[in-house]
C-alpha cells in the first residue's frame, strides 16, 4: 500500500507525469496493466488557467480513469492556488507541483527545477496550493540544482520544510537539474531522506526499467514507493510483472509477439479516439520504438512502422510484424 495523504493506492508504485507522452491512451494501457494510480503530462499554470483550456477533453480526467493526479508547472503561488482549483474542479484526484523539469525553457522562466534554488519559494507555492485545495498535495524535486554544498543544503532544506508542512509526498528523483539524464541517479539519497524524514512518504524516480531492480531499489532504500516514468514508454507490461515481483512470485512470462501486438493495437485504437487521422499515426511513432524493444527483428519492424505515412499504413505493418495477419 502507498499512502498519499487521503489516497491509498493498492500498490507502492505509479505511472509519473510524462509531458508529450502520459495522455489518456498511455494512462488507460497502465491502469489496465495494473497501475494504481497515473498523472497526466505536466501544465503551466498560466494554460490550465486559460478560460478554454480545461474545457478540452484532452486535459480532463475521463470517468473511468480515476484516481488520476495533474502536476503544475508555475512560480506564483496565488496562481499556482487557482490552477490547481480549476484542475480539481474538472476532476483530478491530486495535485503535483513540478520543481524538478530541467527544460532550458522552464529553467530560463524560473520554474521547475530553477526553484530548488529557493527553497522558500518552493514553500510559500505549497503552502498556498494546500491551502487552495481539499485533495492530496505532493511535490517533485531532484536532487538539488547542481551538485555543490550550498545546492545540496538548499535541496535538504525543502525536503525538511515540505515534511513539516505534512507534504502528502515527496517525490524525489535522485539527479541534479543541471544533471538532466546523464549518469546514474543516485538511489542512496533516497534511503538517507527515508531515514530522516520517516513520517513522510518518500517516492523515489530515475532508472526504473526492471520489475526486479526496482523491488531491490524499494527493499535496500526504504522508499515507500516509485515513480515509474522512461521504464512505462512502450511497456505497460512493468507494472504487472511489478506486482508479482512486489509480492516476492516469479515474473509472469513475456508476452508472445501476438500478445505484443494486441497490446500496441488497443493502445493506437486509443490514440485514434484522440488525435485526428494522420497526426494519430505519427504521434504513436515514439511508442511503437519503444514498443519494438521486445521485437526480435526490431530494426525492420522499426524502419516498416516509421515509413508509414498514416494510420492505413500503420495498421497493416503494426499487424504484419506482429503476427496477427
Ligand atoms: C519524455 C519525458 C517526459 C517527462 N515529463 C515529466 C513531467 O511532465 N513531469 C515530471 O515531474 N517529470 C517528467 N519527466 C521525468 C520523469 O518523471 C522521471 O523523473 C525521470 O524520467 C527519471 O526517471 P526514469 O529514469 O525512470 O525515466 C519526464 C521524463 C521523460 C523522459
Not at 551538485?147 to 524525489?172: P, Q, T, Y
Not at 526499467?209 to 526504504?222: C, L, P, Q, R, Y
Request: proline content about 6%; charged content about 25%; glycine content about 8%.
Amino acid at each position: 500500500m502507498l499512502k498519499l495523504g487521503s489516497l491509498k493506492l493498492k500498490y507502492p508504485f505509479f505511472q509519473a507525469p510524462l509531458s508529450g507522452y502520459s495522455d489518456y491512451a498511455m494512462r488507460r494501457m497502465a491502469i489496465d496493466f495494473g497501475c494504481p494510480l497515473t498523472f497526466a503530462g505536466v501544465m503551466l499554470a498560466k494554460i490550465s488557467l486559460h478560460p478554454k483550456v480545461l474545457r478540452k477533453k484532452a486535459f480532463r480526467p475521463q470517468e473511468d480513469e480515476h484516481p488520476v493526479g495533474a502536476q503544475i508547472l508555475g512560480t506564483e503561488p496565488e496562481m499556482m492556488a487557482a490552477a490547481a482549483k480549476e484542475l480539481v474542479n474538472v476532476g483530478y484526484d491530486l495535485i503535483d507541483l513540478n520543481f524538478a523539469c530541467p527544460a532550458p525553457k522552464v529553467l530560463r522562466r524560473g520554474r521547475g527545477g530553477a526553484l530548488l534554488k529557493d527553497p522558500d519559494a518552493v514553500i510559500k507555492i505549497f503552502r498556498s496550493v494546500r491551502d487552495a485545495v481539499t485533495c492530496p498535495v505532493t511535490m517533485k524535486v531532484r536532487y538539488g540544482y547542481g551538485s555543490g554544498d550550498e545546492n545540496r543544503d538548499k535541496f535538504w532544506k525543502i525536503c525538511e520544510m515540505a515534511s513539516a508542512e505534512g507534504v502528502d509526498c515527496l517525490g524525489v528523483h535522485g539527479r541534479s537539474v543541471l544533471e538532466k539524464y546523464r549518469g546514474k541517479a543516485d538511489w542512496k539519497v533516497l534511503g538517507q531522506l527515508k531515514k530522516e524524514f520517516p513520517q513522510t512518504t518518500i517516492v523515489g524516480s530515475g532508472d526504473l526499467f526492471e520489475a526486479e531492480d526496482i523491488v531491490n531499489k524499494i527493499k535496500e532504500t526504504g522508499v515507500d514507493g516509485v515513480i515509474i516514468a522512461r521504464g512505462a514508454i512502450g511497456n505497460p507490461w512493468i507494472f504487472s510483472d511489478l506486482k508479482e515481483a512486489l509480492a516476492g512470485r516469479p515474473l509472469p512470462a513475456s508476452p508472445s509477439l501476438q500478445q505484443q501486438g494486441q497490446t500496441i493495437l488497443k493502445h493506437f485504437e486509443l490514440i485514434q479516439e484522440i488525435y485526428k487521422p494522420g497526426k494519430a499515426a505519427r504521434y504513436f511513432r515514439k511508442f511503437l520504438v519503444n514498443y519494438c524493444k521486445r521485437h526480435p527483428e526490431r530494426k525492420k519492424a522499426q524502419a516498416d512502422f516509421l515509413a508509414a505515412k498514416n494510420e492505413a499504413e500503420l495498421l497493416p505493418a503494426i499487424k504484419h510484424w506482429y503476427g496477427l495477419n
